[in-house]
């Protein structure tokens, strides 16, 4: 149940598309599948650091979580609170955007640079998750918000259609590398600002503001107790452990897919294309499945379809392949964020969702640095035919473990308060 009102629903919604398209629009120029890795190539980067590129930016995500939750454990003005944490993102987009747009540093000291950059945005987005997390619980009653996440994202998609045509065009027009590139960092610094503002005119419901004010002591209770007494909560994270190790092929396909077929860097652009438009329709369909037959099955077919990418990557003989690699790529990224959002909420029932958020980022963290450093270290020994098997078996299992092992959680009664652990 919730305060809101229809309008105000309706109107929340339209703001959040508005946002999530914004957003797409912007990470259009920054996709870790596509843009960086290849960005990060042609700068002359090490493979090992190619390869990190989406592993790397899931743990600095991790990092500053639980900072993030503590911060945010009594926020009161949560508009004040998310605008806030947004604008942490924005200075090291616009640094890098400036620097390579007017100055077009290459070389070593060049990518270093921009990973640094890398790194800051990756922390900074890492902050904002849990108070976003938080955020959208007041924006939308819980019974709608699969439709809600999957309508937004599919915005988000679009938004990311648009920048990949800019982006196409950017790379193939006459300006130089990197300022291209540059140029690409300014266009998402702006559209994120602006998708920033629209914060300002959401409707917030009251009636989830009332958990009392707990200590820094008793949120380390809470979060103890919520993992070690929700087993199904834990059986959940261990399926997450296999997955993780998707995140190294994520930033292998495409430099992959370069090395076999030798195509121009703008390539990049068409990749975010198809990923997107494939993005935008699975997070609507998704999001609906979710709805109605729960988001254990909604995200059962986004990390399946992750799985379906690197097997298509495996068997790569035709640019067509590269395509439907990046096909399954947009489905288990559009499936994957309204379903693994309502399974926060879900398990979370009425207690604090962004608890649940940093326990979920951080436990997984050192299991994707794992697959991460394994898949840099073994790649130039084994191959990258072995490195994508292993982990095409890997996500398999967590898959089977998601399947046989975790309980749908909107049928537990996650919404009674876990016991203080002394």
């Not at 009653?141 to 309508?151: D, K, M, N, Q, S």
């Not at 909107?410 to 203080?420: G, I, K």
Request: hydrophobic content about 50%; glycine content about 8%; some cysteine.
């Amino acid at each position: 149940m919730t305060d809101l009102t229809k309008n105000q629903q309706k109107t929340n919604l339209i703001l959040n598309c508005a946002h999530e398209f914004s957003w797409g629009f912007g990470i259009a120029f920054h996709t870790t599948y596509a843009v960086v890795p290849l960005f990060l190539k042609t700068l002359g980067a090490p493979d090992q650091i190619v390869i990190s590129v989406a592993g790397l930016f899931s743990i600095l995500i991790a990092v500053p979580q639980f900072l993030s939750a503590i911060v945010g454990r009594n926020i009161k003005n949560h508009k004040k609170s998310i605008i806030g944490a947004h604008i942490l993102v924005l200075p090291p987009i616009f640094t890098a955007g400036f620097v390579f747009a007017f100055f077009g540093p290459t070389g070593p000291g060049a990518w270093i640079f921009y990973y640094i950059c890398f790194i800051l945005y990756g922390l900074a987005l890492g902050f904002i998750i849990p108070i976003w997390t938080e955020f959208i619980s007041h924006v939308n009653p819980r019974e709608t918000r699969g439709r809600f996440l999957g309508i937004s994202f599919a915005f988000n998609s679009i938004g990311g259609l648009v920048g990949g045509i800019i982006i196409r065009a950017i790379l193939d027009s006459s300006i130089a590398f990197p300022n291209n590139f540059g140029w690409g960092f300014l266009l998402m610094f702006t559209s994120v600002t602006l998708g920033t503002v629209l914060f300002i005119w959401y409707h917030l419901s009251n009636s989830r503001n009332s958990r009392p004010h707990i200590s820094i002591e008793e949120f380390w209770k809470q979060t103890r107790a919520v993992f070690l007494q929700q087993k199904n909560f834990r059986r959940y994270l261990i399926s997450r452990i296999f997955i993780t190790a998707h995140f190294p092929a994520m930033s292998m396909y495409a430099v992959h897919a370069q090395d076999k077929f030798g195509f121009d860097i703008s390539e990049a652009g068409i990749f975010t294309v198809i990923t997107v438009v494939s993005s935008g329709v699975s997070s609507y369909l998704i999001g609906k499945v979710g709805d109605a037959l729960g988001h254990k099955t909604a995200i059962i077919l986004s990390f399946s379809s992750y799985l379906a990418a690197a097997v298509t990557a495996l068997m790569l003989e035709t640019m067509a392949g590269v395509y439907a690699i990046f096909i399954f790529l947009g489905i288990g990224h559009g499936g994957f964020m309204p379903s693994a959002m309502n399974m926060i909420y879900e398990f979370a029932g009425k207690q604090d969702s962004k608890v649940y958020m940093a326990i979920i980022d951080t436990f997984l963290m050192p299991f994707t640095f794992s697959a991460i450093m394994l898949a840099g270290y073994f790649k130039p020994i084994a191959g990258t035919d072995t490195i994508l098997t292993a982990i095409a078996v890997s996500v398999a299992v967590g898959v089977t473990l998601l399947i046989f092992l975790v309980k749908e959680p909107r049928h537990l009664t996650s919404d009674e308060p876990v016991s203080m652990i002394n």
